[in-house]
């Protein structure tokens, strides 16, 4: 059974710096991988999603990468801002992608402080 | 991107009522998901509801309490029935765009029983 974890559960940072958020997953035999975003009060957003065939993608200031073998996939996020203050959670989809329920990590909190 | 239009946004209701909480998406999509997420927890999938054919139930979920609907391509409904306080989660429901393989949310339903 595939379990999803994610380091640490929370962070705060000061304003402009630089941070990495780590997940880790149990089987490596996945199809895909998903960060998403969830802030207070709403739903998620999904930000960028890695196929198994990659090593990471890039949106902005956002960079996902992804090592199937290890079972680990990091999100990097440059030059931090307030407004990236929210709940970040991993996600991994089965073999056979949209039959097997995403799994999901319980999240990071980040706080980026003005 | 899908857009979906989720509601009631909240809602505190007795124990032993019922809440129907409604999912509308601007697109039609084949596969729609209903996950719960507890206090501190990470999501957990409910169901899967597919058109044209009965939900079909993770482990631990159970047609009787959290019965859904899926009338066309387009929307779809989760019944939590006869609450308890141990119900008192954030329900989302989901929908896989087949396009880019990404999972989008809807904002939420935050469920309190009392």
């Known amino acids: 059974k595939q379990e999803v974890t994610q380091i640490p559960a929370a962070l705060s940072v000061p304003e402009g710096e630089n941070l990495v958020l780590n997940c880790s997953f149990t089987?490596?035999?996945?199809?895909?991988l998903q960060w998403f975003r969830q802030d207070p009060g709403k739903g998620l957003t999904s930000l960028l999603l890695i196929q198994s065939s990659q090593r990471e993608q890039t949106s902005g200031r956002l960079n996902a990468s992804l090592d199937k073998s290890s079972g680990r996939s990091t999100l990097y996020i440059a030059a931090s801002q307030p407004g990236d203050s929210a709940t970040y959670l991993c996600a991994v989809a089965g073999k056979t992608s949209g039959n097997t329920p995403l799994v999901f990590g319980k999240g990071t909190r980040l706080s980026v402080i003005a | 991107s899908a857009v979906i239009s989720q509601k009631p946004s909240r809602d505190i209701c007795q124990r032993g009522t019922s809440l129907t909480i409604q999912c509308q998406v601007d697109s039609q999509v084949t596969m729609m998901f209903w996950y719960r997420q507890q206090p501190g927890q990470s999501l957990t999938l409910i169901a899967t509801a597919n058109q044209g054919s009965e939900a079909t139930y993770e482990s631990g979920f159970v047609i009787d309490k959290f019965p859904i609907s899926r009338p066309n391509l387009t929307f779809s409904t989760l019944t939590v029935s006869n609450m308890s306080p141990e119900d008192s989660s954030i329900y989302l429901c989901?929908?896989?765009?087949?396009?880019?393989?990404?999972?989008?949310f809807g904002s939420g339903t935050q469920l309190s029983v009392l």
């Open positions: 989901s929908v896989l765009q087949a396009t880019n393989e990404k999972l989008f």
């Open positions: 089987d490596s035999a996945i199809y895909n």
